[in-house]
């Protein structure tokens, strides 16, 4: 199946203040809208119609905004945000905003999405689908695309799960993220230095809902705590666990555990005393110095980023000891 798609940047839109209406502002400078198209717009501008500009300064406004640092090297911070979102200094923005000023995520993207939408079912009457979209980086690839962080009236993945391909394979994961594929379109024609916050693409309608229906929104797109493989940066989760004092890092370290023999060794070979205690659990001991705390440390970290969490740790009758607990993996 052959397929044309066009994607056109929205020109002259004047500086966004809150309380604008950026539902009529966008009508009014994109040309004539159809049933099927999609309306995406950056969330910087969403932002400054909710009012989500505040005088702070970068760094205190990315600490309000986190919820859980994911990884910090030097002045660089990723963070998730409260909204659930993984995106560099939690997605504060400091550019093309008054000195002294920063923009903020919106607070909820998809509501945002679903009013942006109804407004404009309401006049010019057009049965659209809207997506906010915002810029990120990937881990283990440079540079940097627009995802989705608010839609509305368009699934934002499709399951192709069970489905078979054209030679009989079964496809088991295949799940295309649709809302940020749309969304990294539309950066393409929007730019980043070009003042162009919003795009119309055209050619998807398929995707499009029905009126009264909006979609399960971005949030959709987000893995839970259980699911995320990466829940920490390498070297922020090696730092948690082997200060064993950050039980989110020690549960984010992985599912599969070393075997026991395999723990035992580790020890044995930092010269502490091991044993098992049952199948689950490894009681490890040492002089009370700190040579033998800086070698429980090492085997702790080793193991719990295979799997296994420190259940007790302590010191009695001049020595020191931790118990290793091996995590049922979750199926």
């Not at 054209?166 to 295949?174: A, S």
């Not at 050619?203 to 809902?209: P, R, T």
Request: charged fraction near 30%.
């Amino acid at each position: 199946m052959s397929r044309g798609i066009t994607a056109t940047g929205v020109d002259g839109l004047p500086e966004v203040y809150p309380g604008d209406d950026l539902a009529s502002m966008l009508v009014r400078h994109a040309g004539p809208l159809y049933d099927g198209d999609i309306v995406v717009v950056t969330s910087k501008v969403v932002s400054k119609s909710e009012a989500r500009v505040v005088a702070s300064g970068r760094e205190e406004a990315v600490v309000d905004e986190t919820a859980r640092v994911v990884a910090r090297r030097e002045q660089t911070v990723i963070a998730r945000t409260r909204h659930g979102i993984t995106l560099a200094a939690a997605g504060v923005d400091a550019s093309n905003t008054k000195p002294g000023t920063v923009v903020l995520l919106p607070l909820d993207p998809d509501a945002s999405a679903r009013r942006l939408r109804r407004a404009i079912r309401r006049d010019p009457g057009r049965n659209v689908a809207v997506v906010i979209s915002d810029t990120a980086g990937r881990p283990w690839r440079l540079g940097q695309t627009d995802i989705a962080i608010g839609c509305a009236g368009l699934p934002a993945y499709v399951d192709h799960a069970g489905m078979t391909d054209r030679h009989g394979n079964t496809l088991d994961v295949t799940a295309p993220a649709v809302a940020d594929e749309i969304a990294g379109l539309a950066d393409l024609v929007m730019g980043k230095l070009d003042h162009c916050p919003a795009a119309v693409l055209r050619g998807l309608g398929e995707y499009v809902l029905a009126p009264e229906d909006d979609g399960p929104g971005a949030d959709a797109l987000i893995r839970d705590d259980a699911g995320d493989l990466f829940a920490l940066g390498a070297q922020d989760a090696v730092v948690a666990a082997v200060r064993r004092d950050d039980d989110r890092a020690l549960e984010a370290l992985g599912a599969r555990g070393r075997d026991v023999p395999e723990i035992l060794e580790l020890a044995d070979a930092a010269g502490l005393a091991a044993d098992l205690d049952g199948d689950t659990l490894v009681r490890i001991r040492g002089a009370d110095d700190p040579r033998t705390a800086a070698a429980l440390e090492r085997v702790c970290a080793i193991a719990a980023a295979s799997g296994w969490v420190v259940a007790e740790d302590g010191r009695d009758d001049g020595r020191c000891h931790v118990t290793l607990r091996r995590r049922t993996p979750r199926n």
